[in-house]
């Protein structure tokens, strides 16, 4: 069964620091990976999508990468802003049947 | 990308009465997810919709429950039958575009609360 893991599960940091968020999965047979910004009773925005094949990808202030071997992938966020205030939520699509498997999710607070 | 739209946004219900969420997609899509976040929660996925057949349903989750319609390739719905307040979430659709493994995109949800 696929367990994935969020760490830490709350950061707080003044505005314009750099964010770091981990994200880990036990079974490295994946498809793609995921990353999700959820603001607070909303739906999920989808942030970046690694294929299995790829090492990273970045969109913006966003940079994700993704060790597939060790089940790891990090986002970082650069010189955060309070409106990237949310949770963020890291996903894997299994390769046996083509569904998601989240983490808790980490909510950041960038304070002003 | 695609366009998600969920109705109802948010219900307040009374306990062992139904609901029925809609979920309307701008384009046809193949694959169609439902998922539940309780509160303080992460998400864990009900059921896959499948058209033209009956929809898959996770471990723990029964069809006189949680009963699906995928009636076209932009439309579902999920009902949630005899509600409780143990069923007071938000619920989420979601799309796959291609046939297989694809980036999925999420509706805005609608939050439930049971009294």
């Known amino acids: 069964k696929q367990e994935v893991t969020q760490i830490p599960a709350a950061l707080s940091v003044p505005e314009g620091e750099n964010l770091v968020l981990n994200c880990s999965f036990t079974?490295?047979?994946?498809?793609?990976l995921q990353w999700f910004r959820q603001d607070p009773g909303k739906g999920l925005t989808s942030l970046l999508l690694?294929?299995?094949?790829?090492r990273e990808q970045t969109s913006g202030r966003l940079n994700a990468s993704l060790d597939k071997s060790s089940g790891r992938s990090t986002l970082y966020i650069a010189a955060s802003q309070p409106g990237d205030s949310a949770t963020y939520l890291c996903?894997?699509?299994?390769?046996?049947?083509?569904?998601?498997?989240f983490g808790a999710g980490t909510t950041v607070t960038v304070r002003a | 990308s695609a366009v998600i739209s969920q109705k109802p946004s948010r219900d307040i219900c009374q306990r062992g009465t139904s609901l029925t969420i809609q979920c309307q997609v701008d384009s046809q899509v193949t694959m169609m997810f439902w998922y539940r976040q309780q509160p303080g929660q992460s998400l864990t996925l009900i059921a896959t919709a499948n058209q033209g057949s009956e929809a898959t349903y996770e471990s723990g989750f029964v069809i006189d429950k949680f009963p699906i319609s995928r009636p076209n390739l932009t439309f579902s719905t999920l009902t949630v039958s005899n509600m409780s307040p143990e069923d007071s979430s938000i619920y989420l659709c979601?799309?796959?575009?291609?046939?297989?493994?694809?980036?999925?995109?999420f509706g805005p949800g609608t939050r439930l609360t049971v009294l």
């Open positions: 690694i294929q299995s094949s790829q």
């Open positions: 079974d490295s047979a994946i498809y793609n």
């Open positions: 996903a894997v699509l299994r390769s046996n049947d083509y569904k998601l498997s």
């Open positions: 979601s799309v796959g575009l291609a046939g297989g493994p694809s980036e999925q995109f």
